[in-house]
C-alpha cells in the first residue's frame, strides 16, 4: 500500500513591540537548532490546537512574552521554504509588551527596526517581512 505524505502546518508571528527607546520593532530569534540564523518566533501546530493557540503557545515558548494576536498576514507553501520538510505556515501579526527573553528554540532574541534586518533570515523570512513591512507602509 502506498504511504500518503502531507506537508506539516506551522505558524509564524510577527511580534511588533515597543524599544525601551520608544521606537518600534518587530522581535526575531537567533535559532538554536538547524536551520540556523535569525527567523520569526514560531514552529509546529500540535494536534488538537488551533492556529491561533499555536501561534499564541510559540510565541510565549520562544520570547517569553504573552501577545495579542491582530491580523493574520498569509499563508506561505512553498514546498522549499524549510529546508527540512514541506511545510505550510500561517503567518500572524501581532502586539507585546515587555522585554523579551530568549527560550526554548531560540539561543538570542533582539528587537530590530526594518532597515536594521539587513542580513540573511532562516526559512523564507525574507520574503515573509518584506510582504509585511510593504502592506505596513502602504497603510502609513
Not at 502531507?6 to 538547524?34: A, F, H, S, W
Not at 514560531?42 to 510559540?58: Q, Y
Request: proline fraction near 6%.
Amino acid at each position: 500500500m502506498e504511504k500518503y505524505r502531507y506537508p506539516i502546518p506551522t505558524v509564524d508571528i510577527i511580534i511588533e513591540i515597543e524599544r525601551e527607546n520608544g521606537q518600534e520593532g518587530i522581535i526575531l530569534i537567533k535559532r538554536k537548532n538547524p536551520p540556523y540564523g535569525w527567523a520569526l518566533p514560531g514552529g509546529f501546530v500540535d494536534c488538537g490546537e488551533s492556529l491561533e493557540e499555536a501561534a499564541v503557545r510559540e510565541a510565549k515558548e520562544e520570547t517569553s512574552l504573552d501577545i495579542r494576536l491582530k491580523s493574520q498576514l498569509h499563508t506561505y507553501s512553498d514546498p522549499k521554504r524549510d529546508p527540512r520538510q514541506h511545510t505550510i505556515s500561517t503567518v500572524y501579526v501581532a502586539a507585546a509588551q515587555g522585554k523579551p527573553k530568549a527560550q526554548d528554540d531560540a539561543q538570542d532574541i533582539g528587537i530590530f527596526t526594518e532597515e536594521e534586518i539587513n542580513f540573511p533570515l532562516a526559512f523564507d523570512h525574507q520574503k515573509v517581512l518584506a510582504d509585511y513591512f510593504k502592506q505596513k507602509n502602504k497603510n502609513l
